[in-house]
């Protein structure tokens, strides 16, 4: 397909890919995503999860793909090992109208967007541009400014995927004009998250991993790494009366580095309850989440969105994070939707967590829960591409899609 709008993407990612087939097959935007590797659909291993996987959902009907290198011909096996290789070659194939870019990181995209460049096409940018999720000190902080604002006004329009990422384009005094919204989300039909799944899962699975109704289950779902916090859950746990503590279940879904540190943790006394349930795909997370009753996230750092909230709040649960957290400020609303605690703050963390155990079976805060989640859908991503692509490609017309 030449023409449209080209994706440079290092590989196909479960979240990023609904949203290009929605802008080709709702918005009319021929997409052509050009991948560097297929490794996430052929199986690779991923280092922080700690487990080998392919993800178990479509994430190549609905548009055009292209792939730079695949694994069975000898292609990259990891994001660390991607090229740029062949990438002018099918550019000029593709012929694209405008090219959407996705980041700056990992070096990839900064060779890829000097290809692009010298293409002389329009650029979109849709990152996880935030100015929270690392510290830096003033020289690098002054020299990322420098650079950042030299690539955005290379851009024809920066697409923002949230309130912190709005807000570091205007710290870069990008022009108001070219920012529109296309928020960060997840695909909610790869859930069973109504109130129908919620009855038939509940029960069952937390009858499989042992939790009483009278019980609270603490979900923490992801890489079990230090810069998400898992250990401070647990930490924070033990702060608990003896009595309320002896009510929480914690259920670990994931895998990663901190996994038999966690284990050791919990035995410690006071002994903890509990659950390593190790890696699960996407299409298993829905029964978590329905038998959970708060999902924790006390990430420490690195932490630029969070797409496990939105996953979460789509189910009606609750959550408890970290103001590291960067979708904290779109979708946690303090007593309605969850509670957020000071990073890296034990004491913090539990008192959140306590004042959060109020929220379990109450269908009126699964209700705020989903409703306060509903403008980061699929449709919204892809509509805000849609806006941005046909404003360069036809001003004049000012088309602008709706959801």
């Known amino acids: 397909m030449s023409g449209g709008l080209a994706v440079i993407e290092t590989h196909p990612v479960q979240y990023h890919a609904p949203v290009y087939r929605v802008l080709q097959q709702q918005f009319n935007v021929p997409v052509t995503a050009i991948y560097a590797s297929d490794f996430s659909v052929a199986g690779y291993h991923d280092r922080e999860f700690a487990a080998t996987f392919a993800w178990d959902t479509d994430l190549l009907s609905g548009y055009t793909s292209v792939f730079l290198s695949r694994v069975t011909e000898g292609g990259a096996r990891s994001g660390d090992g991607v090229s740029v290789r062949g990438l002018w070659r099918v550019l000029r194939d593709v012929a694209p109208q405008v090219v959407l870019m996705v980041g700056y990181s990992p070096r990839f995209h900064q060779l890829a967007f000097a290809r692009v460049l010298c293409l002389g096409r329009p ?138 540190r966690l284990k050791r943790m919990a035995e410690d006394s006071p002994a903890l309850h509990v659950r390593l349930v190790g890696f699960q795909t996407q299409r298993q997370l829905s029964a978590y989440y329905h038998a959970a ?91 805000g591409i849609a806006q941005a692509y046909w404003s360069v490609v036809e001003p004049k017309e000012s088309r602008r899609p709706k959801v």
Request: with cysteine; charged share 25%; proline share 4%.
């Open 293 to 383: 009753d708060l999902l924790v996230l006390p990430s420490v750092e690195a932490e630029t969105w969070g797409l496990v909230v939105n996953e979460a709040l789509q189910h009606g649960l609750p959550c408890v994070v970290s103001e590291a957290v960067g979708c904290a400020p779109d979708l946690i609303a303090c007593g309605k939707t969850g509670e957020l605690c000071a990073a890296g703050n034990i004491i913090d963390l539990a008192a959140a967590i306590q004042r959060a155990l109020a929220f379990k079976e109450r269908p009126e805060v699964r209700e705020q829960c989903r409703r306060q989640v509903s403008r980061y859908t699929i449709e919204r991503a892809a509509a």
């Open 123 to 260: 650029i979109l940018f849709r990152g996880e541009t935030t100015d929270h999720a690392r510290r830096r000190g003033l020289v690098k902080m002054w020299g990322r400014d420098r650079a950042l604002q030299w690539l955005y006004g290379c851009c024809a329009r920066l697409l923002y995927v949230g309130q912190r990422s709005y807000q570091h384009f205007s710290r870069l005094r990008c022009p108001p004009e070219k920012l529109l919204f296309s928020p960060y989300c997840v695909d909610r039909h790869s859930f069973r998250s109504d109130e129908v799944a919620r009855s038939q899962e509940r029960l069952p699975l937390r009858q499989h991993l042992g939790i009483a109704d009278a019980q609270y289950a603490l979900l923490f779902s992801g890489k079990l790494s230090r810069r998400k916090g898992p250990h401070l859950l647990l930490q924070a746990l033990r702060l608990f009366p003896a009595a309320l503590r002896d009510r929480c279940v914690i259920v670990f879904v994931g895998g990663g580095a901190e996994h038999d």
